[in-house]
């Protein structure tokens, strides 16, 4: 069973004075996250991805289509009790204190009043927020906000975690933090669905990333995958200036460092290149075929067509038509 | 019915965590406070000053309380975002919108009960006696409490489709209306085709609270009768209830963006 499925996913506006005109803001999204899995949800800003949360929430309400979480419709409320959701640039109830906070959600979540306490205490201190658990919000800094918005999205221990943006706006240590927890997350064995625009966050964390872009799917793909394809580029790394007209004759891009030379360039002039090196009496430091990185990826799957359903594990879902269709409201 | 008793609970304690808050009791406080020294300069008249004045207080502040709450119940929580989270819990909308009335209506009764106290004080200062008749004091500030019920609803009415400023004029406006809704009726059945029949239908459907107002008949010792009472409470109910199933109707079918 996938723990989140969307089939033909939509959702669009109404919008201008008379609201004739319609704004698309996700067209069809079909598409599987496994249990177990860290998935990383691509795009620009504007691209769909909180909307798609919004909808998988059921904060508003899909033109067409439909979603599951954990092989339950998401206007079930029983979806409700085995999910976490964090939003983007969070706020809370900033008269709370971190402990209130977590209270609040986990007496809404139904967290049994003997687990509570213990469950709350325990989140406190996975977060870090042991210490400030009695201060009230609205003196919290954005990264101790993020890291409590973060510990009331898991208080009621779910089993799938939705996280919106949320290494946005945090500094180089409360991105790590955060980036610490999602790997936590992944060893319990949750299934963590996060969108960003952090391009290494995602490469550092996710199984497989998603990419949106203009509420359109652009392309899903493995990690690991990325990180072993080859993109037919190879980096040269040598000393001595000499060669570099020659090499740059080859169409490579050349970036010197005083007398170390680095040069990227196709892999069929290779041979040609150390051709040329030698004949120049370089020093060669190093040889490296070039890989595809999320970057390079993620760029080129914007200027790509959009997909439907290709390369993802799609599943026609069970069950008779979702009743939270704009039809139906 | 648990979800709804957490969410009052929290709209609870936002209120009573509020300075201005506070700051209101306080001064409606002051104001018994002034009542009484009113009531003394009176001569003659002392006691029916102090009932006029401290019950007026009580009332008029409850009313901006109610309102000033009332209209952030929901539009505050969908502009801060803070009704993501909630939504995303298993909590319905209209388990939301019902447990935010009943919170705020708690605010109201426990500050009320508050104030009430501090003008039978007042009052017990003053006449140094209780006498049969200050039993109706109890009666119309139960009323005023239904005024407040009736507020609070039409204030999460307008929250959950304006925003905090354009719910606070309606409600604003409706009070207004409200509490002179009896000149309203006087005129509708004094004019004649179609304004008649706007004035009829507006006559209905703003709040009747001038039926609830019997501040002045209870300051003059004048007994209510007692299906008053029940009349009132029935009416207040319902229209209570009429407006939060329109808020819950708005709100089912909204998306928040």
């Given at each position: 069973m996938s723990a989140i499925e969307t089939s033909a996913l939509t959702k669009s506006y109404r919008t201008g004075f008379w609201r004739m005109a319609e704004k698309c803001a996700l067209q069809p999204l079909t598409l599987a996250v496994e249990e177990g899995e860290v998935f990383g949800y691509l795009g620009p800003n504007g691209a769909g991805k909180s909307t798609t949360l919004k909808l998988l929430m059921g904060l508003i309400f899909p033109s067409g289509g439909r979603a599951k979480i954990l092989g339950m419709e998401i206007d079930d409320p029983r979806v409700k009790a085995q999910i976490g959701f964090l939003p983007e640039q969070p706020y809370f109830y900033d008269y709370l204190t971190a402990r209130e906070l977590l209270e609040y959600y986990a007496r809404l979540s139904s967290v049994p009043a003997r687990e509570r306490r213990r469950r709350i205490e325990a989140v406190l201190s996975r977060v870090g927020l042991a210490e400030a658990a009695g201060v009230q919000l609205r003196k919290y800094s954005k990264g101790m906000l993020q890291r409590a918005g973060i510990a009331q999205a898991i208080v009621h221990e779910p089993r799938v975690v939705f996280l919106d943006e949320p290494m946005s706006g945090l500094d180089p240590i409360g991105r790590r933090e955060v980036r610490d927890l999602i790997q936590q997350l992944k060893e319990e064995g949750k299934t963590v669905f996060f969108s960003t625009h952090i391009l290494a966050d995602a490469e550092a964390l996710c199984d497989r990333v998603a990419v949106l872009h203009r509420g359109q799917l652009r392309g899903v793909e493995v990690v690991a995958d990325l990180s072993r394809r080859m993109s037919g580029k190879v980096e040269l790394v040598w000393q001595g200036s000499a060669a570099v007209p020659a090499i740059q004759a080859l169409g490579a891009e050349i970036h010197a460092t005083g007398e170390t030379i680095r040069a990227v360039l196709a892999e069929r002039q290779l041979d040609a290149a150390l051709d040329a090196l030698r004949g120049q009496g370089a020093r060669l430091t190093s040889l490296t075929p070039v890989r595809v990185t999320l970057e390079e990826y993620f760029l080129e799957r914007l200027e790509s067509p959009p997909v439907r359903g290709a390369g993802l594990e799609v599943q026609e879902l069970a069950g008779p038509p979702s009743s939270r269709g704009e039809g139906a409201r | 019915m648990k979800q709804i008793a957490v969410v009052a609970t929290n709209t609870f304690r936002e209120a009573v965590r509020d300075r201005v808050l506070y700051n209101l009791i306080v001064f409606a406080l002051l104001l018994v406070g002034a009542s009484l020294l009113v009531g003394v300069v009176s001569i003659g008249i002392e006691r029916l000053v102090l009932i006029n004045l401290g019950l007026t207080a009580i009332w008029l502040f409850g009313i901006v309380i109610a309102i000033f709450i009332g209209?952030?119940?929901?539009?505050?929580?969908?502009?801060?975002?803070?009704?993501?989270?909630?939504?995303?819990?298993?909590?319905?909308?209209?388990?939301?919108?019902?447990?935010?009335?009943?919170?705020?209506?708690?605010t109201l009764a426990v500050n009320t009960s508050c104030m009430a106290v501090g003008?039978?004080?007042?009052?017990?200062?003053?006449?140094?006696?209780?006498?049969?008749?200050?039993a109706w004091l109890l009666v119309a500030i139960y009323f005023v409490v239904l005024q407040f019920a009736i507020v609070t609803a039409l204030a999460l009415l307008f929250s959950s489709f304006s925003t905090s400023l354009e719910s606070a004029v309606y409600a604003f406006l409706l009070f207004v209306i409200g509490?002179?809704?009896?000149?309203?009726?006087?005129?509708?059945?004094?004019?004649?085709?179609?304004?008649?029949?706007?004035?009829?239908?507006?006559?209905?459907?703003v709040p009747n609270l001038a039926a609830l107002n019997v501040i002045l008949p209870v300051a003059h010792g004048q007994p209510?009768?007692?299906?008053?009472?029940?009349?009132?409470?029935?009416?207040?109910?319902?229209?209570?209830?009429?407006?939060i199933a329109g808020a819950v109707l708005i709100l089912e079918r909204r998306d928040l963006k």
């Open positions: - | 209209i952030g119940l929901v539009s505050k929580e969908i502009e801060k975002r803070t009704l993501y989270t909630v939504l995303s819990r298993p909590v319905r909308r209209w388990q939301f919108v019902f447990g935010k009335y009943c919170g705020l209506l708690g003008f039978f004080v007042a009052l017990f200062c003053l006449t140094r006696h209780f006498q049969r008749a200050d509490t002179f809704s009896e000149d309203l009726r006087s005129f509708a059945q004094a004019a004649h085709g179609a304004v008649r029949v706007v004035a009829t239908m507006a006559a209905y459907l209510l009768p007692g299906s008053l009472v029940l009349y009132n409470t029935l009416y207040a109910g319902l229209y209570s209830a009429a407006a």
